[in-house]
């Protein structure tokens, strides 16, 4: 069971939009609607932006949206802000039969 | 509302054996569907999952570390223990705590605590 993975590192301006990447295969991201992403601020647990592949729990702000592709899920942050620089990581759902869930290798998101 | 804590020792010396408690509210552990995580992040670097541990008593360890972990819970406490044996220095790291429900990751976590091996 590897770690999915993403971009090392994304930046933006304010404003602008990015998308980060998490790619698995057909084992996790690609064989079930049930990607989760976290944000993580410095010395901060994680938080949870988005479930399921595109739902967003109560509070966070529609700016951020999910999606997947095959074996690929996508978080996009549009009108950034300055409080969105923090790390990302993705989590993908793994089956049943062995650990069930696997996360991504993190991004660092730069608001420039 | 669901809150969790971490607590244990911020050192240990290599090859002891490191033992942390979650101490949870808000839930219960006897509750169908519901578990708790223990997941790790050693400085500056990725999240890692340890150990599941559900309603059911169902267990789950990671295959790197399998054989050097043990999750129990004391629903009568609201507790979940996780002991992990044969401390090594890279094994230095953040360990959180979190609350989630079966097939689902986990939205609510504990602060996080900071484990430090070395002699």
């Known amino acids: 069971q590897s770690a999915l993975t993403q971009p090392r590192s994304v930046s933006g301006s304010p404003g602008q939009s990015v998308t980060i990447s998490c790619t698995g295969t057909s084992s996790d991201v690609g064989g079930y609607n049930n990607v989760s992403w976290y944000q993580q601020h410095p010395g901060k647990a994680p938080k949870l932006m988005i479930y399921d592949v595109y739902k967003r729990p109560s509070g966070v702000p529609d700016r951020f949206s999910g999606s997947n592709s095959g074996n690929t899920a996508s978080l996009t942050i549009s009108g950034l802000q300055a409080e969105d620089e923090a790390d990302y990581y993705c989590c993908s759902y793994a089956g049943s039969y062995t650990f069930p869930f696997v996360f991504g290798t993190g991004t660092k998101l730069t608001v420039l | 509302q669901i809150s969790l804590k971490e607590s244990g020792p911020t050192l240990v010396k290599p090859t002891q054996t490191l033992t942390l408690t979650c101490t949870f509210s808000g839930f219960s552990l006897s509750t169908t569907e519901v578990g708790v995580g223990w997941i790790r992040q050693p400085p500056g670097k990725a999240l890692e999952w340890l150990a599941l541990i559900y309603w059911d008593d169902d267990k789950r360890y990671s295959p790197s570390l399998k054989s050097r972990l043990t999750i129990t819970k004391d629903t009568s406490k609201n507790q979940v223990v996780l002991r992990m044996t044969n401390m090594d220095p890279v094994d230095t790291a953040t360990y959180f705590c979190?609350?989630?429900?079966?097939?689902?990751?986990?939205?609510?976590w504990g602060q996080g605590t900071l484990v430090t091996v070395s002699s």
């Open positions: 979190a609350h989630l429900n079966w097939g689902s990751a986990p939205q609510h």
